[in-house]
Structures are given as structure tokens and as C-alpha cells.
């Protein structure tokens, strides 16, 4: 259905090719998982198989009728003003109008989206994000699925949805190519290994035992407790109202200084506004927001898209940004601040001689992680908001966002850390609350 043979892929100004001389056959029925470490190519090797970037050397055959990509992030793939016009545009042109009506309409149920049709696609949650791509896929009835991480920022209840979609398709004879850092390898029957660009290792090896090669994997230090009695962050009856819709009310939460609180929610609109509340970013409709010695200035939100946040044209001007308008650094000349940024990459195990001249638009989502983790390095904010900050990381990403983490609450800091997964913040937080229907209470153990 798809050969790529020797595939090279190179972009301007990398010391390295994305992809070294490539091959992958992909045949029909076929289910093959990328598993790769952050920034090993997989994203690179699905966006060339499915024909979106040009080789600098090798060759691409493609036979068949239709191939859909889901990119890693959904945003990228979502057009349209409205998610009922967003599915309307992924159904095939010759399929009748009646059919048209029907399959849209089964797509809504399938993945959940009645209650969004209406909606701008871009202001949905993560997670619903995520199932809208998912179901634009599903409406172009592929023979070929490309799948960049399709289980990220998915709750539970999504997660089997999406599962459930792309085992029907295979089971219908579509083939599948599936990107993944490694957890999610064990639905393949074929592993095919990246490390910097090359294939490593490929097999029907048992996906249980599926590890990624050529990257530190070690298991971040266990964590030390500092939490004290002065509280960094304090909210008081806080509601919150958007478009007519109750996304928040009556929140009651405080945070100590050196503490770590999760916050795990399904796909649904309420984290995310939780924590841009915690910091300031949105004003409470009721109720009260305080955030101690951290109202000072020293509060960052890391959102779940990290690219969001950079628009600097390198990685050392990104960090070097924050740095110069800290209380204290204005002023103070470059090489200080040039080492300051040494320091926060090599906190996330970056080595400065390549990651502070790239470009930060140009580096995987999982890289970008890293960068933003660097940047609340060396900002070291007194009050820490995490959305979504593991999502797209390999295990040697979460070790860092561990130490991130364990670095901020050792130096007195208090961290909120919102996810959709609750054993990932059961093993980082303190204590966990879960948001359901507006509300704070008690997270349930899994």
C-alpha cells in the first residue's frame, strides 16, 4: 500500500537529518507502532509516508485509494468555524447526501460530540480537540491510518472510543501506522524502532517488552516533602461562566508553599481554566482568588500546547526572555544570563551546543516540553501551574518534568499540575482532587 525506501528528510538549518535512509513497507492489515524517544523522527516518518514533505533522497510508492494522518497536535488539522461544518468537511465528496447525514450523525455519537456541534473547533478543550480529529478521520474512511500519538490528552473514556474506531478499522483491512513513545506499542503487530532519524531495531517482538533505545530511561528520584503552613495559593468560592455555560463553581482550594496538588478531570472544558484562574489570567465571576508572595510576580502556566507560549526565533532567546525581566537580572549582562540558560537546558538534559540556536517551532512537541519545563527553570516561579505536562513525553521526559517538580517544591514552591491521567499525578502529587461538573472534590483511587 505504501513503500518508502532510504528515505532522507532534512530541514534547513538542523545538524542532523529528521530521517536517514528509511524504508517501511506498510501492507494492508498491517499494524505497525514508531515507538522512538522525543525528537527520534516518528512525527517525520508519518508526515512523509503520508506524501506532506518532500525527500531529499529516496523513494515514496503509494497505491492506495486514501490514507488519513492524525497529527500530533490537533489543532493542526481543524479548519473549519464550527465542529458540525468541521465533520461535514472530512466526509468524502462521492459519498450520497443521505449518507452523508447518516455517517455524520453516527460520528457524533461515536465520539461524543453532540453537546460541541456548534463550537469553534479551536476552543475546545484538549481532549475534545482530540476527538474531533479523531472523527474526521473516522468520516474519511481510510485504508490507511497514520497515527501520531492518538491516545494523548485523552481521558479513559476517550481513549476507548479511539480505540475502539481504529481496531474496527484494521479488523475491516485498513492498515495501521501508530507513533508512540512506547506505552502504546502493545495493540501492534509489528515494532519498528527510530533513534535520531534511523530505524534501530524492527520485529514482531513482544510489544510488552517494547523499550526505547537509545535514551537515558531512568526513573526520576523519589521526592521529598517540604509542604509548610504559608499558603502560595488560596481560592474562595470561585465560579466561572463561559458562553452561557457554568465551567467552574464554587471552587474552593488552597495550596501550600512546598506542596503538590494534581488536579485530574476528564475531556471536558474546566482544568485548563482552573489553573489560567490560579494564576491570574482570568478574573473569578464570584468568589476569590489570592496567591501570597507569588501575586509578586513569580507565577507561570505552562499550557498544554508549549508552542503557545515561544515566539522567539531561538530556543537561548525564549529562555533568555523570561530571565531579563526578572526582578533583580535587569540589567545585568549577557554571559550571566547566557549561563542561565545553559544551566535550565542542562536541567532538562539538553546540551546547550545544539538546543540553544534551534528554533523552537522546528523541535518534536515532546522537545518543546522540554524547553518550556526549561524556561520555568530558570524562571523558578514561586507558584507553578502544569496543564497537561506529560502528554507527548517519553519516559526520560517524564524523569524530567519529575525533577522539575521535585526542584521547585524543595526550593519552597507550590505546583498544580492538571492532567487527564490520575496514576501519572497519583505518583507526583501530594494529593489529587478531581474536577467533575464545576466542582472540587476528593480524586477516587484507580
Known amino acids: 500500500m505504501i513503500q518508502l525506501r532510504d528515505a532522507t528528510v532534512s530541514f534547513e538549518g538542523s545538524a542532523r537529518p529528521a530521517l536517514d535512509c528509511v524504508s517501511l513497507h506498510v501492507r494492508q492489515g498491517s499494524w505497525t507502532a ?29 497505491k492506495s485509494t486514501r ?9 493542526n488539522q481543524l479548519v473549519a468555524t464550527t465542529v458540525r461544518h468541521e465533520l461535514a468537511l472530512s466526509i468524502p465528496i462521492d459519498v450520497a447526501h443521505a449518507a452523508r447525514r447518516a455517517r455524520i450523525e453516527e460520528a457524533i455519537a461515536r465520539f461524543d460530540l453532540a453537546h460541541l456541534l456548534e463550537r469553534n473547533p479551536h476552543r475546545l478543550s484538549g481532549g475534545e480537540k ?7 478521520v473516522w468520516l474519511e474512511e481510510p485504508d490507511v491510518l497514520l497515527l501520531d500519538e492518538p491516545l494523548a490528552f485523552l481521558d479513559q473514556e476517550a481513549r476507548e472510543r479511539v480505540l475502539a474506531f481504529v481496531r474496527e478499522a484494521h479488523a475491516r483491512g485498513a492498515a495501521v501506522v501508530w507513533a508512540t513513545p512506547g506505552e502504546d506499542a ?16 524492527d520485529g514482531s517482538a513482544s510489544p510488552a517488552r517494547v523499550e526505547v533505545p537509545g535514551r537515558d530511561a531512568r526513573r526520576a ?6 509542604a509548610g503552613t504559608a499558603v502560595a495559593l488560596k481560592i474562595e468560592g470561585a465560579s466561572f461562566s463561559h458562553d452561557g455555560r457554568i465551567i467552574l463553581q464554587s471552587i474552593d482550594l488552597e495550596v501550600a508553599k512546598g506542596e503538590c496538588v494534581g488536579v485530574v478531570g476528564r475531556n471536558r472544558p474546566g482544568t485548563s481554566t482552573l489553573l489560567t484562574l490560579a494564576g491570574g489570567a482570568l478574573p473569578p465571576a464570584s468568589g476569590r482568588v489570592s496567591r501570597g508572595s507569588a501575586s509578586k510576580g513569580g507565577v507561570l502556566y505552562v499550557p498544554q500546547s508549549p508552542e503557545r507560549m515561544f515566539f522567539a526565533e531561538t530556543v537561548r532567546e525564549e ?12 540589567g545585568v549582562d549577557r554571559g550571566r544570563i547566557d549561563t542561565i540558560v545553559d544551566e535550565s537546558l542542562r536541567a532538562v538534559e539538553f546540551d546547550p551546543a545544539w538546543a540553544a540556536g534551534c528554533s523552537p517551532f522546528e523541535l518534536s512537541f515532546g522537545e518543546m516540553r522540554r524547553v518550556a519545563f526549561a524556561i520555568a527553570h530558570a524562571l523558578a516561579p514561586e507558584l507553578l501551574l502544569l496543564d497537561e505536562p506529560a502528554s507527548c513525553l517519553d519516559r526520560a521526559g517524564r524523569a524530567v518534568l519529575a525533577r522539575l517538580v521535585n526542584a521547585r ?4 514552591a507550590a505546583v498544580v499540575v492538571a492532567s487527564h491521567d490520575l496514576s501519572h499525578l497519583e505518583g507526583l502529587c501530594d494529593r489529587v482532587l478531581e474536577l467533575r461538573d464545576g466542582r472540587l472534590r476528593a480524586a477516587r483511587a484507580t
Open 186 to 201: 502493545e495493540f501492534a503487530r509489528e515494532v519498528v524502532f527510530l533513534t535520531e532519524g534511523r530505524v534501530a531495531a
Open 221 to 226: 528520584p523519589g521526592r521529598r516533602t517540604s
Open 67 to 75: 490514507t488519513a494522518l492524525l497529527q500530533q497536535d490537533a489543532d
Open 34 to 62: 514508531i515507538v522512538g524517544a522525543n525528537g527520534s523522527g516518528k512525527t517525520t516518518l508519518l508526515t512523509a509516508l503520508a506524501g506532506l514533505i518532500p525527500l531529499r533522497s529516496g523513494s515514496l510508492a503509494r
Open 130 to 136: 482530540q476527538r474531533l480529529a479523531c472523527a474526521t
Open 409 to 412: 517544591l524543595d526550593a519552597g
Open 319 to 330: 529562555i533568555a526572555f523570561g530571565v531579563k525581566h526578572l526582578p533583580g537580572y535587569r
